[in-house]
């Protein structure tokens, strides 16, 4: 019997036979009692980039776990086709694959490179708020990781989640929280390794709407890919600019130019409230420094050490529900992407030594005013820690009239409600 290709399957017959790689597997797990798998399913793939969703009962999944890994290229026939899920489809299709207890899943000898690796069904951070009402098919996503958060920790599994924020080519940005096991398939071991942001792809997540901003959630079908070697993560690695070796010298080649002296930076995302809403704002250099009271190379020694990311964790929540007065600038980006996280060009101190439950209004005068610079080889390294919460309280602020293309804010006794440490080699 002649192999089909995966467009041509339906359930006009019961007999097929189908050449497909394996492009991608997951578990899929009981949501009464998470350790218990009830299923392994996949993505397969052909020669002509047609995809589908198979499916394989827990009772047949472990016959065929040592053929059905990813990255194989194999023969099925004998099995079951069927309707795809009606929600949340990991890929375009109707149809979906279904393994029973005769099906036969063979390796091929001859692993072609006819076969592509991967694909996927990206979509546009603008057309993911237009297609938010169309939940058929999941969502796949690429872009460049700029934050993630430590994992946290509810009162169940289901509870627990990391919150990682991508940016794509126009610098817009998106919120993606992954849920339970999700959660560990980016670690922050894993993140230090490169030396640069690194491209991610996310695939089969749900679109949800929040306090007006949309968001991406995982499913049980997402995956979560590092740095592939895709044509669709070339724009965003030209964004990057890139710190590489050369005759044990570092060269940039956004300068194109031998750094010779490269200094750590701060780079430091805050959320901070008062008694009617709380922004994100992101601080720079000097300015972080004095908010932090410590130099960067000592977070940078301190990060060095076994347990260095639990000590400045423990640095960063020092911050949290000291008050200052900020103020912020409000750009063109700001404006016409209706962008919400703003930069800060001044701080005003507030005295740490109040307690931290009263209103703090008592400004002192010293300001502190530093100008922001920019540098194009100190943007490079990212090392993303922890973000905390702490419980609202009532504080006050203060604007000006309506901004022009480039004023301020100035938003007073605000109170840090959750930081993003992040350090620039």
Not at 348 to 370: A, L, S, T
Request: glycine share 4%; net charge neutral.
């Amino acid at each position: 019997m002649a192999t089909t290709s995966l467009d041509q399957i339906d359930r006009s017959k019961k007999h097929w036979k189908i050449m497909v790689r394996i492009s991608r597997t997951w578990e899929v797990f009981d949501f009464e009692d998470g350790d218990k798998r009830i299923s392994l399913d996949l993505i397969l793939l052909d020669t002509h980039g047609n995809q589908m969703h198979a499916t394989v009962p827990e009772e047949d999944a472990l016959k065929h776990e040592r053929v059905l890994q990813e990255g194989n290229i194999c023969i099925i026939t004998n099995f079951n086709v069927g309707s795809a899920k009606f929600f949340l489809r990991p890929v375009n299709n109707i149809h979906r694959i279904f393994f029973k207890w005769d099906t036969v899943a063979k390796l091929m000898n001859d692993q072609s490179n006819n076969f592509p690796m991967y694909m996927f069904s990206f979509k546009t951070f603008n057309a993911i708020s237009s297609g938010y009402e169309e939940t058929q098919n999941a969502t796949d996503v690429i872009g460049i990781l700029i934050s993630m958060s430590y994992i946290k920790e509810g009162t169940s599994s289901v509870s627990k989640r990391r919150d990682i924020i991508i940016q794509n080519e126009r610098g817009h940005q998106l919120k993606i929280t992954l849920w339970k096991k999700k959660s560990l398939k980016i670690k922050e071991d894993n993140i230090r390794t490169f030396a640069i942001a690194p491209v991610v792809v996310i695939t089969s997540t749900s679109v949800t709407f929040f306090n007006g901003v949309y968001a991406l959630s995982s499913t049980t079908a997402t995956k979560v890919y590092i740095d592939l070697d895709i044509p669709e993560a070339r724009p965003l690695e030209e964004i990057i600019k890139k710190m590489i070796r050369k005759d044990n010298n570092d060269w940039c080649d956004g300068c194109h130019t031998f750094v010779t002296d490269v200094k750590p930076r701060y780079m430091i995302r805050i959320q901070v409230e008062d008694s009617t809403h709380s922004i994100l704002l992101v601080v720079f250099d000097k300015l972080a420094e004095k908010l932090i009271l410590d130099l960067v190379e000592k977070l940078v020694d301190m990060e060095k050490q076994d347990n260095g990311s639990e000590l400045i964790k423990e640095e960063l929540k020092k911050l949290i529900g000291v008050s200052f007065t900020f103020e912020i600038k409000i750009t063109p980006f700001n404006l016409k992407y209706k962008n919400k996280s703003f930069t800060v060009s001044k701080i005003f101190h507030i005295d740490r030594d109040i307690q931290i439950g009263g209103i703090h209004e008592n400004v002192q005068k010293d300001q502190i005013v530093i100008d922001q610079q920019d540098n194009d080889c100190s943007e490079e390294n990212v090392l993303i820690s922890k973000m905390v919460t702490f419980d609202k309280t009532n504080t006050k602020f203060d604007t000006n009239d309506a901004p022009n293309d480039c004023s301020t804010l100035t938003y007073k006794s605000k109170r840090i409600k959750r930081t993003t440490y992040k350090k620039k080699n």
